[in-house]
């Protein structure tokens, strides 16, 4: 079964910097998909980017972009020029359709924004 | 556009109760799931649907039903409520089934069972 593992339970970043989560995923499937999600305070889970496995090229949406290493089944998350309104709890996740389009979930990873 | 709505969004049951979790979705979205979120843990499936009348079971199926009679509502039934039950329930909808579709999520209901 795939499963998506995120180490990093906590982590923390100053205002203005950058800091980079981590995830990673087991699975012998050669085309799957990879998000990453947003759940702020307010529980509401927020499409943060996503990536397609068959792209080699890294998905960047404005501060956000990846580190997608297939080999390593690797998909790091790095947020610049971090901004208060950015903490919140991160899920990295993993879909294949072929398995009723299930979509696997990492535990998660508190980010703290410090002022 | 009001997206995926849920209702409750806070629940206190006693074992045993049953009761229904609501969702809707107004984007005329044909794939609809339910999840569970427990602490230190991510989502799980619970039950999906890709359709009116067209329901199958996820990772953690036992203990809920689901029906899907038309394409915006898809509800969520514990049929004997169970403290192991307690958790966080998210319903989502995508437009389609391929793996790339972004799906939208509701703002979830805390269940608390007794």
């Known amino acids: 079964a795939q499963t998506v593992t995120q180490s990093q339970p906590e982590m923390s970043v100053q205002e203005a910097e950058t800091v980079t989560l981590s995830c990673t995923y087991d699975?012998?499937?050669?085309?799957?998909?990879l998000f990453w999600y947003k759940q702020p305070p307010s529980r509401q889970m927020i499409l943060v980017i996503r990536q397609e496995a068959y792209k080699q090229q890294n998905a960047t949406e404005n501060r956000f972009s990846v580190n997608f290493q297939k080999a390593a089944k690797s998909f790091s998350l790095k947020i610049s020029d971090s901004q208060l309104g950015d903490a919140a709890m991160y899920f990295c996740a993993y879909r294949w359709e072929g398995d009723n389009n299930d979509m696997r979930f990492g535990a998660g990873t508190r980010l703290t924004v410090k002022p | 556009n009001a997206g995926v709505t849920q209702t409750p969004k806070f629940q206190v049951l006693k074992t045993g109760q049953s009761m229904t979790l609501q969702c809707a979705q107004d984007m005329n979205h044909e794939y609809m799931s339910w999840y569970r979120q427990d602490p230190g843990m991510g989502l799980r499936l619970i039950h999906y649907s890709v359709g009116a009348g067209i329901t199958d079971q996820g990772e953690v199926p036992n203990g809920y039903n689901v029906s899907r009679s038309t394409t915006e509502d898809f509800p969520l039934r514990l049929l004997s409520a169970a403290p192991s039950q307690t958790s966080v329930y998210f319903c989502?909808?995508?437009?389609?089934?391929?793996?790339?579709?972004?799906?939208?999520f509701g703002p979830g209901t805390r269940l608390t069972v007794l």
């Open positions: 699975t012998s499937e050669s085309d799957y998909y």
């Open positions: 989502a909808s995508s437009s389609g089934f391929t793996g790339f579709n972004e799906q939208f």
